[in-house]
């Protein structure tokens, strides 16, 4: 078996009970699982802030973010876990999921899996974001050099509205400057930039911080996205 089907594998062994049967429809194989996942995703982007045709919506009483529109942030090297199961329970919820990068198109995480991108950064409006999600992998590090990325991630932070940052994904908050004051985690590997920006590094599995969300690594995204559901729960008016 591919190493990065491995990868996906083992983290549902892991934690077998943690997205409901309707959040993960078949198996991950990367010849079915992007064909049946990405089209309703990437449905959401482009027909703009709305569900997928295709898709009846849950009933409201049945979810807690019904409606909300959640970008989540996509790049070449994205942590595959971290984009797809993130977006999959935040559709579970009945948020509208788009995926926002640099370009419209597709790209690849960093273990193989597709990952469409609907909108280009640039012509998002921080009003049209109700929350951001911002996966690790080696994305952060390449999106944090383009403006129109941490400027909608400082705009979306400025308004007050919810972020959620797991694994590298600390890079892009360091350089759209809302990390400074506040208590942060992530990979390891990101620590002493996280410092340096003049954050407090607590290694802990996932916390949140005022509007922020930080989760740690891969293994802990279980704990990240019960906070994640938490605070944009909390956050949105519908």
């Given at each position: 078996?591919?190493?990065?089907?491995?990868?996906?594998?083992?983290?549902?062994?892991?934690?077998?009970?943690?997205?409901?049967?309707?959040?993960?429809?078949?198996?991950?194989?990367?010849?079915?699982?992007?064909?049946?996942?990405?089209?309703?995703?990437?449905?959401?982007?482009?027909?703009?802030?709305?569900?997928?045709?295709?898709?009846?919506?849950?009933?409201?009483?049945?979810?807690?973010?019904?409606?909300?529109?959640?970008?989540?942030?996509?790049?070449?090297?994205?942590?595959?876990?971290?984009?797809?199961?993130?977006?999959?329970?935040?559709?579970?919820?009945?948020?509208?999921?788009?995926?926002?990068?640099?370009?419209?198109?597709?790209?690849?995480?960093?273990?193989?899996?597709?990952?469409?991108?609907?909108?280009?950064?640039?012509?998002?409006?921080?009003?049209?974001?109700?929350?951001?999600?911002?996966?690790?992998?080696?994305?952060?590090?390449?999106?944090?050099?383009?403006?129109?990325?941490?400027?909608?991630?400082?705009?979306?932070?400025?308004?007050?509205?919810?972020?959620?940052?797991?694994?590298?994904?600390g890079l892009i908050g360091i350089?759209?400057?809302?990390?400074?004051?506040?208590?942060?985690?992530?990979?390891?590997?990101?620590?002493?930039?996280?410092?340096?920006?003049?954050?407090?590094?607590?290694?802990?599995?996932?916390?949140?911080?005022?509007?922020?969300?930080?989760?740690?690594?891969?293994?802990?995204?279980?704990?990240?996205?019960?906070?994640?559901?938490?605070?944009?729960?909390?956050?949105?008016?519908?």
């Amino acid at each position: 078996m591919p190493g990065h089907l491995r990868e996906v594998q083992a983290f549902f062994w892991r934690h077998p009970p943690f997205l409901a049967p309707s959040a993960f429809p078949g198996a991950i194989r990367r010849s079915t699982a992007t064909a049946r996942i990405a089209p309703r995703i990437a449905a959401a982007g482009n027909h703009g802030w709305s569900r997928p045709a295709t898709e009846p919506a849950t009933e409201v009483n049945d979810v807690r973010l019904d409606g909300m529109r959640v970008a989540v942030l996509a790049g070449e090297g994205v942590e595959d876990l971290e984009y797809w199961v993130t977006a999959m329970r935040l559709r579970e919820e009945g948020a509208v999921v788009t995926s926002v990068g640099v370009a419209p198109g597709t790209v690849h995480g960093k273990n193989g899996l597709e990952v469409p991108v609907n909108r280009a950064a640039a012509e998002v409006d921080a009003a049209e974001v109700d929350a951001l999600v911002i996966p690790g992998g080696w994305m952060p590090d390449k999106l944090r050099r383009y403006p129109a990325v941490t400027d909608l991630a400082h705009a979306v932070h400025a308004a007050g509205k919810p972020l959620a940052i797991i694994c590298h994904g600390g890079l892009i908050g360091i350089s759209a400057h809302v990390v400074a004051g506040g208590r942060a985690t992530g990979s390891l590997g990101i620590r002493d930039d996280l410092v340096n920006a003049g954050a407090t590094w607590v290694d802990e599995p996932a916390f949140r911080d005022g509007t922020i969300v930080w989760g740690r690594v891969v293994d802990d995204i279980p704990a990240f996205l019960h906070e994640t559901v938490e605070l944009f729960a909390e956050h949105y008016d519908h």
